[in-house]
C-alpha cells in the first residue's frame, strides 16, 4: 500500500530542504563556534561566553562582578546548570522545561536540518510575515508530542522567528525568539540580535558582540564536574 503524504508535509519538507541547504558545503564544515555577548534582561546587563560544538553540545556562562551561572548539556546526559549563589555552585539537574529548550537549542545545525533522523515532523503552518518580511510558517513536532512553530525567511531561508510554549502556575505561556541581525560565521549566516518576548512581554535581549568559527574546545569543556 502506497500512502500520500499530504500537501502541507511536502511543503514543509521543502522549505526544510532549502533552509539545510542554503549554505551548501559551508554547513558541515562549521563543527564549532565561540560567542562572547550580553544579555539585557530586567535592567541588567549580564555577560556571557557561550560554546558549542557538533552535533549537540552546548555550554553557556554568564557571570557579573557578584554571581556566576552555568548551563552545560553535552550531547548524551541530562543538562546541568549551576550558579554561584544556590548550593555552593555545585551542579544541579535543569528544571524539565528548561532542559527540553536547552536541548533544542544545542543542536548545532537546528531542527530543520536532517528533521527525520531527529525525530522530528514538519509540516506547513502556511504565510505570515515577521517584521515585515515574507516569511513561511511551519509546525514542528518531535516524538514526544512536544510541539514548536517556526518561521522561516521566504528569501533567505534562515529561521528568523521560534514560538515554544511553557506552563507557568497552571498558565500556558506562548514564548517568542526573535533571531536578528545575521552575518556570516564560518561561511554560515548568524543571528547576532536575539529578543525572546512571553505573551507579547519583552523578557530579555540577548547581543552577540563577538563569534568565531571553529574555535579549540578544550577537553572536558561539556563534562560536568565530578564525572
Not at 96 to 117: H, K
Not at 147 to 157: E, K, M, N
Not at 172 to 179: E, Q, S, Y
Not at 197 to 208: D, F, K, Q, R, S
Request: contains cysteine; proline residues 6%.
Amino acid at each position: 500500500m502506497c500512502l500520500a503524504v499530504p500537501a502541507s508535509a511536502q511543503l514543509g519538507h521543502e522549505i526544510a530542504r532549502r533552509h539545510a541547504e542554503r549554505a551548501g558545503d559551508r554547513l558541515a564544515a562549521l563543527v564549532a563556534v565561540r560567542a562572547e555577548g550580553r544579555t539585557f534582561i530586567n535592567g541588567e546587563v549580564v555577560p556571557f561566553l557561550l560554546v558549542a560544538q557538533r552535533p549537540n553540545r552546548l555550554r553557556v556562562e554568564s557571570f557579573t562582578p557578584v554571581r556566576r551561572a552555568l548551563q552545560v548539556y553535552d550531547g548524551q546526559t541530562a543538562p546541568w546548570t549551576s550558579h554561584s549563589e544556590t548550593k555552593g555552585g555545585a551542579p544541579q539537574a535543569m528544571a524539565e522545561s528548561d532542559a527540553r529548550e536547552f536541548i533544542i537549542n544545542a543542536d548545532f545545525d537546528g531542527p530543520l536540518v536532517n528533521f527525520a533522523a531527529k525525530g522530528f515532523s514538519v509540516d506547513y503552518a502556511g504565510e505570515e510575515p515577521v517584521e515585515g518580511r515574507p516569511a513561511y510558517k511551519l509546525l514542528v513536532m518531535n516524538r514526544s508530542d512536544h510541539l514548536f512553530f517556526l518561521w522561516v525567511d521566504a528569501q533567505t531561508a534562515e529561521i528568523v522567528k521560534r514560538t515554544v510554549y511553557r506552563v507557568n502556575n497552571g498558565q500556558r505561556l506562548a514564548v517568542d525568539t526573535l533571531f536578528k541581525d545575521f552575518r556570516p560565521v564560518g561561511g554560515v549566516m548568524q543571528p547576532h540580535h536575539i529578543e525572546t518576548i512571553a505573551n507579547g512581554h519583552l523578557l530579555h535581549v540577548t547581543v552577540i558582540d563577538r563569534m568565531e568559527a571553529n574555535p579549540a574546545v578544550a577537553p572536558g569543556t561539556f563534562a560536568r564536574p565530578g564525572n
